[in-house]
């Protein structure tokens, strides 16, 4: 028997532009840094995958940069406020001029 609730569907996780997010990554040494922000998607850089995160502050000077996390460095994501997907928004197909008129 499974637990009360269990058979219930949980929405997927996803992260999605918009998100509010805390990043935590590593840094120099033992260190972590901690990074909290909107999530703004990802980003390739040479062939390297990065989260691009458009930082609250404080300090009050990163309010509004962007960093870049690269995903190797990633060590947890916490997502504070996920945003609703957007809906793919698809163009009817435009009709190929045939060869027969």
Known sequence: MSPAGASAKRAAIALTPGSRVRIRSAGPGDEAIESTGTFRGLVSIAGDNALAIELDGPPAEEKG???????????????????????EKRSEPTPSPGYFR
């Open 65 to 87: 940069r962007i960093r870049l996390v690269p995903i190797p460095a990633l060590l947890a994501v916490d997502i504070l406020e996920a945003a609703k997907p957007e809906e």
